[in-house]
């Protein structure tokens, strides 16, 4: 233990006044058990902070496989090893400058004892949920509607928010919204994602029964509608379908549904793409307004980010190509997508890597940093910066 006498020769020697330090004097020592492998450090922004010092938890995720996030209850942040030249110790006790009260008049030595000593910290950078394999855990199970008399439910492969949690690289708050999005609904205390087919099969009972009442499309009853199609489905997959589809309000202390526009002709035209490889666009645009409910208008821009046109084909032709089955990795994405097609303009190129972006990037800067921009008959079209395999 260093005596004030000792401190202040040590300081004579390295040519420093006492008057321009403070009056506290801390003396370090190391622990007799001091290890650098005892302890982690992990540097947290303002946010994370209050919300740790608040009570709260934040929850590192990820498979063996994966490399881990840590998650609050609705970011999502990667976790990064950073070096340090400086040793970095840990002295429980310890005040810095702006924590001391000095009241006396005298310098005094305060002894401090490490406890531990780090040349690396975990860095955290708020990033995109890692979402992509919530619905590919879903779909190994998807609901296809009740079991048929003398049939057995499969149960395999089934799960709850907190099998989810576990497995999934996302804020509890990032994968709800998530289930929301794929029109995921809870059956028997587990999520399941609706087989395609059975539900475009409500979406088809929900917009046969407007046309046949001559609904307005944004006034559609709960209950009439519950009672009508009980015979043919569960009734808590029509309100499902309706949640999906439309926006619940209520009138007079009646439950009605305004369907939206957008979301019903998106629905449609994915059940016309689906089993066909290509569509003469002409002949789509036909069949697929006669097939919404009357008074509803298709418009292309309502297929953004589920279908591709090919502007430049003899006839015009239309393809099914979801955001949703593109790889979730931004070089593995741009390399898919410079597959499918050697240039893009930024118009068609946008829906597909919007989602990409981080917290206040744009899609213009994606392009500059992962394609080539060129003129190609008086218009802007991207090309990849690297040769792509085929």
Excluded at 217 to 223: A, D, K, T
Excluded at 304 to 309: E, F, N, R, S, Y
Aim: negative net charge; contains cysteine; proline residues 4%.
């Amino acid at each position: 233990m260093r005596t004030l006498e000792e401190v202040r020769a040590t300081l004579q020697i390295a040519k420093l006044k006492e008057e321009d330090l403070q009056k506290t004097i801390h003396c370090l020592s190391f622990g007799p058990n001091v290890s650098s492998a005892d302890y982690c450090l992990m540097e947290l922004d303002d946010t994370l902070c209050k919300h740790i010092e608040a009570g709260q938890s934040l929850v590192i995720r990820g498979d063996k496989d994966e490399h881990a996030v840590v998650c609050s209850d609705d970011k999502t942040y990667s976790l990064k090893i950073a070096d340090t030249s400086n040793l970095l110790l840990f002295l429980p006790g310890c005040r810095t400058p702006d924590q001391l009260t000095d009241t006396e008049d005298s310098s005094h030595v305060v002894h401090a004892q490490i406890w531990g000593f780090c040349n690396s910290y975990w860095e955290l950078r708020k990033q995109r949920p890692r979402l992509k394999k919530l619905k590919r855990l879903l779909m190994e199970n998807p609901y296809e509607g009740p079991a048929l008399g003398g049939q057995q439910e499969n149960t395999e492969n089934r799960y709850t928010m907190q099998d989810l949690l576990e497995r999934i690289q996302a804020s509890e708050e990032e994968i709800r919204t998530h289930l929301e999005t794929i029109h995921a609904c809870q059956i028997d205390g587990y999520w399941r994602v609706l087989d395609f087919d059975y539900e475009m099969k409500l979406l088809g009972h929900v917009t046969q029964l407007v046309d046949s009442e001559s609904w307005a499309f944004n006034r559609v009853p709960l209950q009439t509608s519950l009672d009508e199609l009980a015979p043919l489905e569960p009734r808590e997959m029509i309100e499902h379908c309706l949640n999906c589809y439309g926006k619940r309000y209520t009138e007079n202390d009646e439950v009605f549904y305004a369907l939206n526009e957008d979301k019903v002709c998106w629905g449609i035209a994915l059940m016309l793409l689906h089993n066909a490889v290509k569509f003469n666009l002409k002949e789509f645009q036909e069949v697929w307004q006669q097939s919404v409910p009357e008074g509803m208008s298709t418009r292309l821009d309502q297929l953004k980010g589920i279908a591709l046109l090919d502007r430049t084909s003899r006839p015009e032709t239309i393809c099914l190509l979801r955001v949703e089955d593109l790889p979730e990795d931004t070089v593995e994405r741009f390399n898919h997508l410079f597959t499918l097609r050697e240039k893009w303009t930024e118009e068609d190129i946008t829906p597909y890597i919007q989602d990409l972006c981080g917290e206040k990037q744009t899609t213009g800067a994606l392009l500059t940093k992962y394609a080539r921009s060129s003129m190609q008959n008086g218009m802007k079209v991207f090309n990849s910066r690297r040769p792509v395999a085929t």
